[in-house]
């Protein structure tokens, strides 16, 4: 079984991108980012309705971190430390050598690449340091862009589940995708 240490937060670092740990000054960036309902529309999560919500959200991420059962990190571009977007391995699941990535971006940074760059990072990073051996990412069917991104990356679609949620008063469908550590 994996054993997973967060302390001290690793900070990524790409070509175009800082990653590292969220505090109190995103605030802002993350209740816009939160509360978009554009941005939203296909994560099955209620809206950030305001600011304090987002700072419990921030208390309850580092409280996961500590404790190594989520890593979240905070997207910016090099040399601007605002924050774009998000990205991090929520519900892993250490005896299988599996997580689950998820990722958000302000839709000015849409269409630009960041995504698959920060996607890269957070996977190598996966297999490496945490030792995975496959990531997985549940995906809104009707999220084209997500969809497209994730293949971009390598992930494959292994399963699509037909009305396994339910949210808002309707039934939704998940596609799963996955990518596999050919190196483990």
Not at 54 to 77: G, V
Not at 79 to 91: A, P, Q, V, W
Not at 102 to 115: A, H, N, R, T, W
Request: a negative charge; proline letters at 5%; charged letters at 25%.
């Amino acid at each position: 079984m994996l054993t997973l240490n967060f302390s001290p937060f690793p900070a990524l670092h790409t070509e175009r991108l800082t990653l590292r740990r969220a505090d109190a000054t995103d605030i802002p960036q993350l209740y816009r980012l939160r509360s978009d309902e554009q941005i939203m529309k296909y994560i099955p999560r209620p809206v950030a309705t305001a600011p304090d919500e987002i700072a419990e959200f921030l208390r309850l991420t580092d409280e996961k971190i500590a404790s190594n059962e989520m890593i979240n990190w905070k997207i910016s571009i090099n040399g601007d430390s605002t924050l774009i977007g998000t990205i991090g391995f929520y519900h892993i699941k250490p005896e299988h050598y599996r997580a689950e990535i998820g990722y958000m971006l302000l839709p000015e940074f849409q269409g630009k690449g960041y995504v698959t760059e920060a996607i890269a990072a957070v996977v190598n990073y996966g297999f490496e340091a945490m030792g995975l051996h496959s990531i997985e990412a549940l995906v809104d069917p009707e999220n084209i862009a997500s969809c497209a991104v994730l293949e971009k990356c390598g992930f494959v679609r292994e399963a699509y589940f037909k009305e396994n949620e339910f949210y808002k008063g309707k039934f939704i469908d998940t596609v799963v995708y996955s990518k596999l550590n050919k190196g483990s």
